[in-house]
């Protein structure tokens, strides 16, 4: 569903209600044209009542897991925001590009 997770997501419609978890596939940077962003997803989660509690990313995309919550507090709201938003600037600045490559070194010199 690359480029499609806030499409995906809309189909839900009500059906969103019932579910206490959502792992969801996110870009950090532009790879699709008219894709959503993290920060499209965390808003489109943010108002459905989730917040994000994990995410994991490589260059470009990653994966976030969202919980439902009975309120989202202010807290997440600016957790997730503030956290999209170096995530957004760290991969304009193509620092994501150098940290994923600077990993996959680092596991090759420890699988040596």
């Known amino acids: 569903m690359e480029g499609a997770e806030l499409k995906a997501l809309n189909?839900?419609?009500?059906?969103i209600k019932s579910?206490?978890?959502a792992l969801v596939e996110?870009?950090?940077?532009k790879n699709f044209k008219d894709g959503p962003l993290l920060w499209d997803i965390d808003n489109y989660m943010i108002k459905n009542k989730f917040a994000r509690i994990y995410i994991k990313t490589g260059a470009?995309?990653?994966?976030?897991?969202?919980?439902?919550?009975?309120?989202?507090?202010l807290y997440w709201v600016c957790k997730m925001r503030m956290e999209s938003f170096l995530m957004r600037i760290l991969a304009a600045l193509q620092v994501t590009d150098f940290l994923a490559v600077l990993k996959k070194k680092c596991k090759s010199y420890v699988s040596l």
């Open 11 to 15: 189909s839900l419609g009500e059906k």
């Open 26 to 29: 996110v870009s950090i940077r």
């Open 60 to 73: 470009a995309s990653g994966d976030a897991l969202y919980k439902k919550m009975d309120k989202v507090q």
């Open 19 to 21: 579910i206490d978890f």
